[in-house]
């Protein structure tokens, strides 16, 4: 096995598609340096030794020191340095680089090879003493922080003081005398914290980086991230040895962040932030404020790359356009400049909000450097659900508390939290929050993600607070400097105006405003890029999208969104309406069936109205009503006086009422009478509802050129008998109406197919109906023998411990529940060929599950209105 890969300098032994051995930055390290780009050289330690490193008690191949030895020379020749000499010494950086991109999750070593020695060399040999003792103090910083694990503080608290006596504002005005005193602090604090002197051989200082990036695999807030992103343990990160270049030698030298377009909305233009005289690290740190790029983005009195380095900038927007033709996607960037020569540290494919995702892809497709459909591919589905989400009504009055940068757009409200921990916990709760930190750190990753928005006070458009919110897709603003955070006091401040934890606050991400209280919010606009991509993945998909819905207002949601047609109407959410339970009441509780009868014939008019309100926005589109489903003790009263009212509604008194109330109680209510089981128990309500149903489609059918073709649905059926039953009593109904009103109208009876038996059986049941939906809400359950109202329990346990791979009842489980779905399929289709098939169950809005209806031919998916687009890219992914 070979352990080391070499980059740059003429040997490139890497590539792209190396990821999962480099890591994604030591991959396209190579790779930039193969395609002529300026790559300081460097060598990768293969993720193959991270794995071997866990797997052999911590220790390492034999090989590997050799390796290393081998590939640092190269470097050292090419450069004309040596690691550790006195007089020309050379320095490396050392970072990790996983195969997913973790950002800010793994550690990194700048300035490594610096010590008493070679410290003094590097001043000669750069002519600039401050320079040097600068990047000292630097590495034992970081050297310090991030092997050594001395807290930060701790440093931060001795520059302090140099500042504060040399009565000095920023870094910057520390002198070489300054930086020289730091070190001598630092190293004594260092030995003093652990007990040893920091180690001043620059071997051993390697060595022990090395194992620092390798054991940050394994380290919290990598584990947290891993977890939040479905990255296996087992993929482990390479280490990335690298000669120095310096953004800190001068006026002439910069270092920066960027994107080869903004990350934020997808706007084509070169997007990013960079400071003079800086290092890697101070860019991200929100410690001094970053210049933009170019001039077009500058504000009064900000000082863009273009007009300060017009040499190295130019260079810059070359490699721009060479990356993007290259990787054909937008690039996340790192870059130092070197006495006005450009080097580059880094690209990756950049992380983006869904909108600027969205805009990309269209754009990248209409400028013809991809495909339409790896447009269609480019953008993650579930991703969308961002772009459907309130924004600020502009109409509503506001207080505006104060403003930052807009770093994530989507707007949030919810009470002030001042830590992660505390956003988690009242999360969990059901609460809104804003998790508002000066700045964030990868330790509050969980907060980010608990909390409905983010807001700090410090820091950029790329610090780790505005990435990560994008990345997440929570609405952020960043680097509020007018509002005053102060933890100990858990408040807030800004003009005077104070902010207490618990308060609540609104951000809007896409203008970086900041108002005090809620404001109200709308529903965002679907057209542009979004109509585009969506015309294109109607193109390409086969699946048909159909929403679960009810009321007419779910029903227009749907229609907007693109929904094409109903998949299941839920007919008990209508019982629920206080102009309607009485009377459901009465029919539940009477105890006869002329009572029952005379409680449906108060229902009739109701269920009529609203069926008609559905044909009408779904003119000409399939509307599937599913008949009564739930154990009927759902609709029971509670409360005494509710009782009272049913009683004198049926002229009896309420301890007969209480009675029937317990009658009716069942233990094990889901497996118990609902359903089905209802409409052979009572046919009258069945009756009432489907006559129901084709009157208002003989109304509609008349008033409208294009008739509603009704789907009716029985739930709950385990065998053909029971929908032999339940489909005379419709067929019944539809004659009947049919002869009284003299129109007749196509429509269908059909079934879900929700308990095991059914799809064990689906030949058979395929007989008596002209389509299957896929009730795999109930086919979860019942497969699993899990219940959907109680597994949340322990099923976070389950996934801990990888028993589930993920929660059944979001994403299907292909093995079991999908099994059936598929012999439910087959069996249905050998005895009616081409027999309609659905999905109504919340799958129908899953991407994973929809790629596997598509897998199982099934013809379509229905979901929720707010999904319906999901699951139309979604679909269009599967199909292509
Ligand atoms: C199902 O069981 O999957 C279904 C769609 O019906 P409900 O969720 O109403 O039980
Ligand atoms: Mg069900």
Not at 218 to 243: D, K
Not at 474 to 500: E, F, K, M, N
Not at 683 to 692: C, D, L
Request: charged share 25%; hydrophobic share 40%.
């Amino acid at each position: 096995t070979k352990w080391v890969y070499s980059f740059g300098a003429g040997r490139n032994e890497g590539r792209a598609d190396m990821r999962n051995l480099l890591g994604g930055k030591g991959a396209n390290l190579a790779e930039m340096a193969s395609i002529g780009l300026p790559v300081p050289p460097g060598f990768t330690i293969t993720t193959e030794v991270c794995t071997y490193y866990y797997a052999n008690k911590e220790t390492y191949p034999a090989e590997l020191t050799a390796e290393v030895e081998a590939a640092l020379a190269h470097v050292e020749s090419s450069v004309g340095l040596l690691f550790g000499d006195a007089t020309k010494p050379l320095l490396v950086s050392v970072r990790s680089g996983a195969r997913a991109s973790m950002p800010g999750m793994m550690d990194t070593v700048l300035n490594l090879g610096l010590n008493d020695i070679t410290v003094a060399g590097l001043a000669k040999a750069s002519g600039d003493d401050r320079f040097a003792w600068d990047s000292y103090r630097r590495f034992i910083q970081m050297f310090g922080n991030v092997v050594l694990e001395v807290d930060h503080h701790r440093f931060e608290e001795i520059i302090e003081h140099a500042k504060l006596t040399r009565g000095v504002m920023e870094d910057t005005d520390l002198t070489a005398a300054d930086w020289q005193g730091v070190v001598s602090e630092y190293k004594e604090m260092v030995e003093e914290v652990t007990g040893k002197p920091f180690p001043q051989d620059p071997k051993e200082q390697l060595w022990r980086a090395i194992g620092a990036v390798f054991g940050s695999w394994m380290n919290q807030r990598a584990i947290t991230y891993r977890r939040l992103h479905e990255i296996p343990a087992s993929w482990g990160t390479a280490v990335n040895v690298q000669a120095m270049v310096f953004g800190n030698m001068g006026l002439d030298c910069a270092t920066g962040v960027c994107f080869t377009r903004d990350p934020s909305t997808g706007e084509n233009i070169f997007y990013g932030e960079y400071l003079v005289n800086a290092q890697g690290e101070d860019v991200v740190a929100g410690i001094r404020t970053p210049q933009p790029m170019s001039k077009g983005r500058a504000k009064p009195g900000e000082k863009p790359m273009e007009e300060v380095m017009p040499g190295a900038y130019a260079d810059l927007v070359k490699v721009r356009e060479t990356l993007e033709k290259h990787y054909q996607d937008m690039q996340d960037i790192e870059f130092t400049v070197q006495q006005n020569k450009l080097y580059m540290l880094q690209t990756r494919t950049g992380k983006r909000t869904a909108g600027a995702a969205l805009r990309i892809a269209v754009e990248m497709a209409n400028e013809g450097l991809i495909s339409r459909e790896e447009a269609i591919n480019r953008v993650p589905p579930a991703s969308l659900d961002q772009l459907l989400h309130p924004m600020l009504d502009p109409k509503a009055p506001r207080t505006v508390l104060s403003k930052g940068l807009p770093a994530s757009p989507g707007a949030a409200c919810g009470a002030v939290v001042f830590s992660a921990d505390e956003a988690e916990t009242r999360a969990a709760k059901g609460e809104a929050v804003i998790l508002v930190r000066i700045e964030t750190s990868p330790e509050d990753i969980h907060g980010m993600h608990a909390a409905k928005g983010i807001l700090t006070t410090r820091g950029g458009m790329t610090s780790h607070a505005a990435v990560v919110a994008r990345g997440m897709g929570r609405p952020c603003v960043a680097g509020a400097g007018g509002i005053t955070v102060d933890y100990s006091a858990q408040a807030l401040s800004a003009g005077g105006h104070i902010v207490r934890a618990g308060e609540t606050l609104t951000i809007d991400g896409a203008t970086g405003e900041i108002f005090v209280g809620s404001v109200p919010m709308i529903e965002p606009k679907l057209s542009g890029d979004f109509a585009t991509l969506m015309e294109w993945a109607d193109q390409v998909r086969r699946m048909k999208v159909r929403a679960n819905a009810e009321t007419p207002l779910d029903a227009d949601t749907a229609r907007k969104f693109g929904a094409e047609g109903i998949g299941l109407c839920r007919t008990e959410h209508m019982f629920f309406d206080p102009a309607r339970i009485g009377a459901v009441r009465q029919m539940i509780m009477s105890e006869t069936e002329q009572g029952r009868r005379d409680a449906l014939a108060k229902l009739l008019p109701f269920q009529r109205d609203d069926f008609a309100q559905l044909f009408r926005i779904m003119a000409g589109l399939p509307v599937t009503i599913r008949l009564l489903d739930p154990p009927l003790h759902e609709f029971l009263p509670h409360t005494d006086a509710e009782m009272a009212e049913v009683a004198q509604s049926l002229n009896t008194d309420l301890a007969t009422m209480k009675r029937r109330g317990e009658e009716l109680a069942e233990a094990n209510p889901m497996l118990g009478h609902r359903g089905c089981r209802l409409g052979i128990s009572y046919p009258e309500i069945y009756e009432m509802q489907a006559r129901a149903i084709f009157e208002a489609a003989v109304i509609v059918a008349k008033e409208a050129g294009k008739a509603p073709v009704p789907e009716i649905m029985i739930p709950l059926v385990a065998t053909t008998r029971e929908l032999e039953i339940t489909r005379a009593q419709v067929e019944k109904q539809a004659a009947a109406v049919f002869a009284e009103t003299g129109t007749t109208l196509e429509y269908l009876v059909g079934t879900m197919i929700e308990l095991p038996r059914a799809a064990l059986n689906a030949d058979k049941i395929a007989e008596n109906a002209d389509f299957f939906s896929f009730g795999t809400n109930d086919l979860t359950q019942t497969t699993f023998g899990l219940s959907r109202d109680d597994a949340g329990k322990f099923l976070p346990e389950y996934l801990e411990h990888g028993i589930f791979p993920k929660d059944p009842f979001v994403s299907i489980d292909v093995e079991g529940v999908g099994e059936l779905v598929k012999i439910g399929s087959s069996k249905g289709r050998t005895v009616k060929n081409g027999l309609k098939l659905g999905i109504c169950g919340e799958h129908g809005g899953d991407p994973a599950s929809i790629t596997f209806c598509e897998s199982v031919g099934l013809d379509y998916v229905s979901c929720s209105p707010y999904r319906v687009p999901v699951a139309r890219l979604a679909a269009a992914q599967a199909a292509l």
